[in-house]
């Protein structure tokens, strides 16, 4: 059974960090591109940002590009979102998801301010 866990949500005042963590079980790690994704109250799925299978290749949403930083830990099958520089509109739930596959995890909380 494929399983995404997303953990590391909370509430952050404006200009705080948060690590956004998604465990993933069920399939094979290691040989997917991972996003990130969020939907902020009452609106749609906003991508946030994306990793290749190794590692080496990222992209960011125009929102969060130099406040937000991807990565994964292969051998802990766990995906990352380093997000500093925490903004209001930043407050949304953050889905952990394997696109090509339509697997999504459950989603996390963040909510900025003060």
């Known amino acids: 059974e494929v399983q995404l866990v997303e953990s590391g949500g909370g509430l952050v005042q404006p200009g705080g960090s948060l690590r956004l963590s998604c465990a993933a079980s069920?399939?094979?790690?290691?040989?997917?591109?991972m996003s990130w994704v969020r939907q902020a109250p009452g609106k749609g799925l906003e991508w946030v940002s994306f990793i290749n299978s190794g590692g080496g290749t990222l992209s960011y949403a125009d929102s969060v590009k130099g406040r937000f930083t991807i990565s994964r830990d292969n051998a802990k099958n766990t995906l990352y979102l380093q997000m500093n520089s925490l903004k209001p509109e930043d407050t949304a739930v953050y889905y952990c998801?394997?696109?090509?596959?339509?697997?999504w995890g459950q989603g996390t909380q963040v909510t900025v301010s003060s």
């Open positions: 998801a394997n696109m090509k596959d339509g697997y």
């Open positions: 069920g399939f094979t790690f290691s040989s997917y591109a």
